[in-house]
């Protein structure tokens, strides 16, 4: 099994500036092939390789001397990194969020994210790892790492923290008991999941005060002049806060999908609505979403690796509409207000959100031609 490790780097002066120096390098030869390979097809209609192009390299470390302080390694991802988004450019390949993907963007140092990728001389200690050109780095190591190390990807977040991701294979991971449970979920306007079984899980309150603060700091920053130096501290508290807001989400989300993969075999989830999603301008809609999409991301990775089944349902099936003890289907709770119902079929009262997952799990049943539950 594969697997990603992340930790927290704590870098000194020295090896700040190489990482800085590096993303700057990793976005220059990503900007400078990614040209070069535009204008050969726009000039000769020839079309460039991947492969080409990482063997510019050498050219451009000749003309550039300062590529060469950097690990070489790191500018050979970053080569590939475009490769791959200009070849899925050509072959009309979605994105993850579905939309197809557009011709590759030059990097600008404001708008793309701080980060390089090595692929070799990765080495992890009790409190450091090692990395190339960099030596020893201290690290905040919070489990062990196991399996085999592919890569290290080192990362600076908007307030100017490091990371580094460590991807490894032939992670043994431990399974889990089988349960021969089986549910669906679904995401609520107020809940973040519901499943099947009734139960709710909720916004923490940990990060409804959270989400509070944020608003109280970005309403201080807006009042600064931009370009101010008290300006520039505002907007290093609102970032700090989006990123205590986004781990503590994200450390919510993966204890509630171990929670879900550890109970469940089965599980059943509504496809993310992405085109609706970029329309909404409703802010808590779109939190929501956003999480939603994370914890499917989570679900579907730690579905495989316990050997468990995560089923997707198709966005359109009308989930919210059809009674889950008749399947008799009632136009009338289109509309979202609609909370509860009584179907007029069978007289059973439906909750809206719990009804919708049970035919989340019928469907996703149906799906994979397993018995109802
Ligand atoms: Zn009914």
Not at 126 to 150: M, R
Not at 257 to 286: F, P, Q, W
């Amino acid at each position: 099994m594969e697997r990603a490790y992340k930790f927290r780097l704590y870098p000194t002066i020295q090896q700040k500036e190489l990482m800085l120096k590096t993303f700057g390098c990793v976005r220059f030869v990503y900007n400078q092939t990614l040209a070069v390979r535009r204008d050969t097809y726009d000039r000769d209609k020839k079309s460039l390789s991947t492969n080409d192009c990482v063997k510019m390299l050498p050219d451009l470390k000749e003309q550039y001397p300062w590529l060469k302080e950097v690990d070489s390694t790191a500018l050979q991802s970053s080569v590939k990194n475009m490769g791959r988004a200009y070849e899925n450019f050509f072959r009309g390949l979605r994105t993850q969020q579905g939309l197809k993907s557009g011709f590759p963007k030059f990097k600008a140092k404001h708008h793309s994210k701080a980060s390089y990728t090595s692929k070799m001389n990765i080495f992890v200690g009790d409190s450091a790892v090692k990395l190339p050109k960099l030596g020893w780095v201290k690290a905040k190591i919070s489990t062990p790492v196991k399996g085999h190390l592919l890569s290290a990807t080192v990362s600076m977040t908007r307030s100017g923290k490091f990371f580094v991701s460590l991807c490894c294979n032939d992670v043994d991971i431990p399974q889990y008991a089988s349960t021969g449970k089986k549910v669906g979920l679904d995401v609520g306007i107020k809940d973040l999941v519901i499943t099947s079984d009734g139960v709710k899980f909720g916004n923490p309150k940990f990060l409804v005060r959270a989400e509070k603060r944020l608003a109280h700091l970005q309403r201080e920053l807006s009042r600064k002049s931009k370009g101010s130096k008290n300006y520039e501290k505002a907007r290093l508290r609102v970032a700090k806060q989006h990123e205590i807001i986004a781990n503590q989400r994200l450390d919510y989300l993966h204890k509630l999908t171990t929670y879900l993969v550890r109970s469940y075999d089965v599980i059943c989830v509504e496809n993310l609505n992405v085109a609706g999603m970029l329309k909404n301008h409703h802010l808590a809609k779109a939190i929501a979403d956003c999480s939603w999409g994370e914890m499917c991301r989570q679900l579907k990775y730690k579905t495989a690796w316990q050997h468990k089944t995560l089923v997707e349902v198709g966005r359109f099936f009308p989930s919210s509409q059809i009674c889950g003890s008749c399947e008799f289907q009632n136009p009338e709770t289109k509309d979202l207000s609609v909370r509860e119902w009584e179907c007029p079929q069978c007289h059973s009262h439906n909750d809206r959100d719990v009804n919708a997952t049970k035919n989340i799990l019928k469907e996703g049943l149906r799906l994979i031609n397993q018995p109802a539950a």
